[in-house]
């Protein structure tokens, strides 16, 4: 079952980001961002989630909250601005989940020539010849960064002069006089005794100990890694339980997703 959260600022019908996320037992899973239109009912000011448009500036655009569904997926209503950048979404106790929306952003003539803009989509704000991911080829005595020599004739056109100026220096150098003393290169070659010694022994020690430190660093690693789940599982059942579920129907849920009933008492005496 989809179940739909709409995030909005205004009760009119306009352009929206429609996102796509997935609550599961990991966090937050996303799916794709579109541009959709819609009616916006208000915003709501309460929820486990905070919504972020963040603009190419860094400044705060959009801010709301919401309290998703669990265990399902769900579909994300926010609205759509210009200059917006990123979506942020920010859940207590996991890193927050960045959304890049610069490819929707209408932000030409504004100055700045964005990540998102080059010159054969924005001539106001990105100009010939600099480097924007997208070769203009004009002849403009600029070579363009983004081109190969036989696409942009400026890039030609400069290789050649910088040609012509290494041979102009090559035959200055050449006119001038040759030193006539060679130096002369002693060798002295000194010889060493070789002893005789057992280096199988050191390599051999050398094998054991790389071998013990390899086995440590697995067994070390593998301990790390079932102390972050068990971790992980326990901060899961607190944020599920703060939320008002109760600890069978949380744990029951966490058995579908292949968690030990070991496993998870163990993360629940943590709480306790």
Not at 126 to 140: R, T
Not at 198 to 225: E, Q, T, V
Not at 237 to 259: H, M, P, R, T
Request: charged letters at 30%; proline letters at 3%; one cysteine or more.
């Amino acid at each position: 079952m989809m179940i739909v959260l709409l995030l909005v600022q205004i009760s009119l019908a306009e352009q929206l980001y429609s996102v796509s996320l997935v609550n599961t037992d990991q966090g937050l899973s996303y799916s794709n961002t579109e541009i959709s239109e819609g009616e916006i009912p208000p915003m709501i000011d309460q929820g486990t989630i905070t919504i972020e448009v963040i603009d190419f500036s860094g400044k705060l655009l959009y801010e709301n909250k919401i309290s998703p569904p669990l265990f399902q997926p769900f579909q994300l209503f926010i609205p759509y601005y210009k200059n917006g950048k990123e979506i942020k979404i920010i859940s207590e106790g996991e890193s927050p989940l960045s959304i890049g929306i610069s490819h929707f952003a209408d932000t030409c003539d504004n100055g700045v020539c964005e990540e998102h803009e080059n010159f054969n989509i924005c001539k106001e704000d990105c100009l010939s010849g600099k480097e924007d991911s997208y070769c203009d080829k004009e002849i403009d005595s600029i070579c363009d960064s983004d081109c190969t020599i036989e696409e942009d004739i400026d890039c030609k056109i400069e290789e050649e002069e910088e040609r012509e100026e290494e041979k102009k220096e090559k035959e200055i150098l050449s006119e001038e006089p040759k030193d006539t003393e060679e130096e002369t290169i002693v060798e002295s070659k000194a010889e060493e005794k070789e002893e005789t010694f057992p280096w199988w022994i050191i390599l051999l020690i050398l094998a054991s100990i790389f071998i013990g430190i390899i086995i440590f660093l697995i067994y070390k690693d593998r301990k790390k890694h079932e102390e972050e789940r068990l971790k992980q599982t326990s901060e899961y059942i607190q944020k599920y339980l703060n939320q008002g579920y109760s600890y069978q129907q949380i744990k029951i849920e966490l058995i579908k997703y292949k968690y030990k009933n070991s496993e998870i008492e163990k993360a629940y005496k943590m709480i306790n």
